[in-house]
């Protein structure tokens, strides 16, 4: 079964700092990748995806991602944050193979100061 | 822009009560889910469901639970005896045909008593 881990409960940084949050799954074939963010009070929302083709995907708000097959992994980034992006983030994995369902990672509590 | 809605917002029951979490996907989609988060746990899978049908589900998708799409827009949860353990958040999901990208409606917390 695949397992989504994101390295990063809490992450508390200044505004114009740079982002990145880390994401790793455990599943040996192909799978989407995912990562959705939900604003305080607001459901979960799509910020990028990755299906195939360039392994660097960009999301809405300046977000972009990048998938290294070989580390399994699936690194948010955002150059220069803003208070606005203050935030739950959520990797997530669906194994081509094993239908449709979504394995989430823990979640990543993003809080960006004034 | 389409979006998943979800009916009550927040309820609250007592143990052993039935529940019935509503859900009315977006309207094109065809694949509909059910997903839960604990406090403090990660999102996990609950059911998937497809041309009137669960087409997967999870060791957590006992014999307690029920989905049904009892007309062309709702899409329901049924939890028949809760239990103080399912307190928790439930999302309803929708995806379209031929598209592996889910969409999530805002949650329904459900508080067990």
């Known amino acids: 079964a695949q397992s989504v881990s994101q390295h990063n409960h809490h992450v508390i940084l200044s505004e114009a700092a740079s982002l990145e949050l880390g994401c790793n799954y455990s599943?040996?074939?192909?799978?989407?990748l995912f990562w959705y963010v939900q604003y305080p009070g607001q459901h979960l929302q799509l910020l990028l995806k990755y299906f195939s083709g360039d392994p660097l995907v960009k999301g809405i708000k300046g977000f972009e991602a990048e998938f290294i097959k070989s580390k399994f992994s699936f690194n948010l980034r955002k150059p220069s944050v803003q208070w606005s992006d203050t935030a739950e983030y959520f990797c997530?994995?669906?194994?081509?193979?094993?239908?449709?369902?979504?394995?989430f990672g823990g979640g990543t509590r993003v809080l960006v100061k004034p | 822009e389409p979006e998943v809605t979800q009916t009550p917002s927040h309820q609250v029951t007592q143990m052993g009560q039935e529940v019935i979490l509503r859900c009315v996907p977006i309207?094109?989609?065809?694949?509909f889910y059910w997903y839960r988060q604990i406090l403090g746990q990660k999102v996990e899978f609950l059911v998937s469901f497809y041309n009137n049908e669960i087409s997967e589900k999870s060791e957590i998708f006992d014999d307690q639970f029920s989905v049904e799409r009892p007309d062309g827009s709702n899409f329901t949860l049924k939890i028949r005896s809760t239990k103080l353990e399912d307190s928790a958040m439930y999302f309803c999901a929708s995806s379209g045909p031929g598209s592996e990208t889910q969409y999530f409606g805002p949650g329904t917390r459900l508080l067990v008593l």
């Open positions: 309207s094109n989609h065809l694949y």
């Open positions: 599943y040996g074939g192909t799978v989407n």
């Open positions: 997530a994995v669906n194994a081509q193979a094993a239908g449709n369902k979504l394995t």
